[in-house]
């Protein structure tokens, strides 16, 4: 793009070829659900530890669960929503997700104590940033590359390798499109390409394979 500049404005007389390297292939990563509970039980600070669970639990963005305040926290219908009301801009989506049974306890336990209105909080204030309080816990339990995203990134594996449909993990984790749910996520699921491979079974083939195996010895 510079050396394009570069020739519209005649600075140069022509852009010279450069041979790019080969993009590098992104390694997959995700956490497994043992994986998960070993990162929360590394967690030295309790509010590093609801993280964990929180992110895991929702599927949702850091961003959204730093901000979850408790009024959002609808524990008699046991819902959280992790839209911010006060955000008026334009911000990738976010879910209404139902209260896991096991993230319920965990956030009645931490409401009790509660000093602000922010669900991670750390001394009274609003909690900015986990990255490095995440990246020492990964390091206790012996887990590599391990950021606050890949928790988000992990539940929505999870739920795709227990078959949950594309469409609900969509809604979940708040996609626009369930083709961009599909594309990241369907791999995972059992039942990908399952149709495409059942049509080039060749079970009914396999009477005349077995004279033919008796030949050859």
């Known amino acids: 793009m510079v050396l394009k500049w570069a020739v519209k404005h005649k600075l140069i007389a022509h852009a010279p070829d450069i041979e790019r390297p080969a993009a590098v292939?992104?390694?997959?990563?995700?956490?497994?659900?043992?994986?998960?509970?070993?990162l929360a039980a590394a967690c030295k600070a309790p509010h590093l530890e609801l993280f964990v669970h929180l992110a895991y639990a929702t599927a949702g963005r850091a961003g959204a669960i730093l901000g979850l305040t408790w009024?959002?926290?609808?524990?008699?219908r046991e819902k959280i929503d992790?839209?911010?009301?006060?955000?008026?801009?334009p911000h990738k989506?976010?879910?209404?997700?139902?209260?896991t049974?096991?993230?319920?306890?965990?956030?009645?336990?931490a409401k009790a104590g509660a000093r602000s209105p922010f669900v991670i909080e750390w001394n009274a204030q609003r909690v900015g940033s986990v990255k490095k309080g995440l990246a020492a816990a990964a390091e206790t339990a012996g887990l590599q590359h391990t950021h606050p995203h890949l928790l988000r990134h992990s539940a929505a594996v999870r739920m795709a390798e227990t078959g949950i449909d594309?469409?609900?993990?969509?809604s979940y984790l708040g996609h626009e499109n369930v083709a961009t749910t599909r594309r990241i996520y369907a791999r995972f699921s059992p039942n990908h390409l399952r149709g495409a491979a059942a049509s080039l079974e060749l079970d009914e083939g396999l009477e005349e394979v077995a004279p033919l195996a008796a030949r050859v010895r």
């Open 82 to 89: 992790l839209e911010d009301p006060e955000i008026l801009v």
């Open 101 to 109: 049974r096991t993230l319920k306890t965990r956030l009645l336990a």
């Open 93 to 99: 989506g976010r879910a209404i997700v139902p209260m």
């Open 25 to 38: 292939k992104r390694k997959e990563r995700h956490l497994t659900a043992h994986e998960v509970r070993r």
């Open 71 to 76: 009024e959002r926290c609808d524990f008699a």
């Open 166 to 170: 594309m469409e609900e993990i969509r």
